[in-house]
């Protein structure tokens, strides 16, 4: 999708905002209301109006009027964010004259209202010129399986197959956050048969609502007796319903050096 947004200002910075993920495309086509024509000369905001996130990567044209004095000479665009890539000719503006930018806005994995930056710097000057870019993305619902890897049967899905707590003296903590999924039309109540409750610390009990994720937080201290390098390996054996499933979630940890 490419729009053109004309935006007349005095010389300043550009900023741009990148929102949410890539799902499969719509068969309706892309459905952004982002507008054809913004010309201001009092406000460094253009508002890219609702992208669909759906519709993947969006393509804007940013065309910014060189209201100074000089000549500029255009030498990088740039955005802070990951999700923001931006171009600029490197042919001189003279007085008077626009400035292209080139911005691809990535709005994979992001949702809701945005507003963020992306800057062009000029030869032989401090300034940058400036443009803020907001909207808002509506979000679509992403397969389980791209955030929640590992099935564990009947339905429940997570983030992780091991904790691996890594190097850890005697009495220190480490956490780890597992995401949990239920893939299925019906509530289901998630526990874990812990075998070492005092060295691994959770939530007992996680209901998930059909199709319902969440987020359990596992802390880990490691416990006495192991020699330096010794590794501690268990395993948890998850429920649902008071059932047990077909899979573990496995516990890894080395005993470091004191």
Do not use: W
């Amino acid at each position: 999708m490419m729009k053109k947004i004309r935006i007349v200002l005095p010389f300043a910075v550009i900023c741009l905002v990148v929102g949410s993920c890539m799902c499969s495309h719509s068969s309706e086509g892309k459905r952004g209301s982002v507008p054809e024509e913004i010309v201001t000369s009092e406000n460094t905001e253009a508002d890219l109006g609702t992208i669909y996130e759906e519709d993947g990567l969006a393509r804007t044209v940013l065309v910014v009027r060189n209201n100074s004095a000089d000549t500029l000479f255009p030498v990088a665009a740039y955005s802070h964010c990951r999700c923001a890539a931006a171009t600029v000719s490197p042919l001189p503006v003279a007085p008077g004259e626009d400035v292209r930018v080139d911005v691809t806005y990535n709005p994979a994995y992001r949702s809701g209202i945005f507003m963020e930056e992306v800057q062009v710097r000029f030869n032989g000057r401090r300034d940058v010129m400036s443009l803020v870019v907001k909207g808002e993305v509506i979000p679509c619902v992403h397969p389980v399986t791209d955030d929640h890897p590992y099935n564990f049967g009947s339905g429940l899905y997570m983030s992780h197959e091991t904790l691996h707590f890594g190097n850890s003296r005697c009495g220190e903590s480490h956490m780890i956050y597992v995401r949990l999924a239920n893939d299925t039309d019906r509530k289901m109540t998630v526990t874990f048969d812990n075998p070492l409750p005092e060295t691994l610390a959770y939530r007992q009990k996680v209901t998930l609502d059909a199709h319902g994720r969440d987020t359990l937080h596992f802390r880990f201290t490691m416990p006495a007796g192991l020699s330096s390098g010794d590794t501690l390996r268990f395993a948890l054996r998850p429920s649902i319903n008071g059932k047990p499933v077909g899979k573990d979630l496995n516990v890894k940890a080395i005993s470091a050096v004191e």
